[in-house]
DNA sequence: CGACCTTTCGACTAATAACGTTGAATCGTC
DNA sequence: GACGATTCAACGTTATTAGTCGAAAGGTCG
């Protein structure tokens, strides 16, 4: 089997390929055959790394994920206040969700209804993610900054609503057109929800 | 068949989403379906305005060209000495040029022997460019700023030398990626080209 | 109303495109 | 030169999609 190091490259090689192909023109809209040209391979090949197309584009996803992970881990080791920590997490993860938004290419309904096959791959990430607001919140707890009750039921409330009003977005872009205006829009308004939440978490006294 | 109009605003309606459609995936990557659901028909009333897909294509095309010459028909209009008016003239060209590239979506080759179908959209297109730029430079020369033997065959060179620049742009672009970047150079490489030229058409003395 | 024309659509066909398979060839390594 | 790893051309099968057809809905005018 070579060095795993080497089939490890050629999955990082397919896996971009695969990525940029999808957030481009979706899951649908993009073959094998065009993968496989993109790196010189012929599409039997890919088989042999990669069972199904769908394989892939799983593969894809949770790559995105981990790297996102990883790079909002590095927000919890910084000496930040824990709002500040929120708001930088919340950024990430707003952009996270817009570059997701592309691989269904527009459609929404893509990725609940259409697709069940994938939804495992979000109850996972979204554990990790009530993790990691969780312990952002309860780190604001202990140093006296946050006034909670509970910091998991906030910690899931934030997500939620957070999840919420991306519905709400989707509706609202699947409805009329203009996407770049509305992501925008999108945009101002989750810093607005996020901090009126932190108004209503934040110990008086501290400010 | 109601008011001609009313026909007439279906068929623009169409073209707009069509327009949409192919300008972000390419011609072989929309589906009719797709087109009609845009504008909430069904597949087979869209037969009834347009007799193929291609045709589809080729009206939204025309109807591109058709908004470009009219746009740099005003151009003509404007007092500028002639060089100004063909630097205008060709930065909106270069920009219908990108545009256009979108439509097959990055296969260059699409344009040349893929689809020998489309040819004669440009051949027509091309007459009237020539026509246009044979105008400016004629201008140029009956008001002294330019010193050229024969107009039409400066426009013919300058026509060539463009399309010729723009075909080493999509060999390049097809070998590596890139594209962003590569625009841009490609656009300097344009001005550039088109001061050199006119080094040598305006005359001396008016310099 | 009712004849007539325009416009729309659901359901179908035929052809193509695309997923995924297989068995053989090639490559690298021991 | 044997053996596993990797690649591919050619193929089977299913899904997608361009284009068709007949019927239905909508509208207009006498």
Known sequence: MALPNLAHEKEKHI?????NRFARFGFS???MDEIAQDIGLAKASLYYYYPTKENIFRAVIARKQDKFLQNTKGI???????????????????????????????NSTFWQESKPGFKDLFVTFSRQEMDMITTIVSEGKQNNEFEVASPEKTAELILHVLLGLRLRFLQATQAHGETREQIENF???VDFLIDTLLQGIVKRSSL
């Open 76 to 106: 919890l080791q910084h000496p930040d206040p824990a709002r500040e920590k929120l708001k930088a997490y919340v950024r990430q993860r707003i952009a996270l969700g817009n570059q997701l938004l592309n691989f269904s290419a527009l």
């Open 29 to 31: 809209k993009v073959t």
């Open 187 to 189: 945009e101002q308004q």
């Open 15 to 19: 896996l971009d390929a695969a990525e």
